[in-house]
């Protein structure tokens, strides 16, 4: 059985490391496009996928799977 520490920890693991999820000017005016998110393309922090993006995807994809756009 997984506890809610070593599933906190997995996200953690898999979500938030810097190194694993630097996305680059174009792939956030790509994730901006699609997921109607406004982040500015020029701000640092705007590099990294965030909870914000995380949650916006899969948004995304519930609509996609219940056929909504």
Known sequence: MIDPESALNYVKAQFMDHNRIFVGRIARRKLNAKLDLTKSIDDPNSDLYDGEDLVASI???????????
Do not use: G
């Open 59 to 69: 948004k995304y994809l519930l609509n996609l799977s219940n056929y909504k756009k």
